[in-house]
């Protein structure tokens, strides 16, 4: 898992992973964290696999911000917007 708030380059899940499967045909990226992305900034070139390129690619899990929840955001919506 990867936060989306954080260098890509530089992560730890992505150097352990190519370690572990130096092939690269088992490793799936899990970006976190895109709820909490500053304002104007966007994941959809890593999601798109352009960065840092996986075999399998990345997902990204989005929850409701905070922002979301003081709104009274239902999980419904929220799990729509995902």
């Known amino acids: 898992m990867i936060p989306a708030n ?21 490793t799936l990226g899990v970006l976190t964290k895109i709820d909490i992305m500053d304002k104007g900034t966007s994941a959809k070139e890593v999601l798109l696999n352009k960065v840092i390129p996986l075999t399998l690619g990345y997902v990204g899990v989005k929850n409701r911000s905070q922002y ?3 709104n009274k955001m239902k999980v419904n919506n929220a799990l729509d917007e995902e």
């Open 6 to 26: 954080a260098d890509l380059s530089t992560s730890d899940a992505l150097k352990m992973a190519k370690q572990l499967d130096s092939s690269g045909l088992r």
């Open 68 to 70: 979301d929840i003081n």
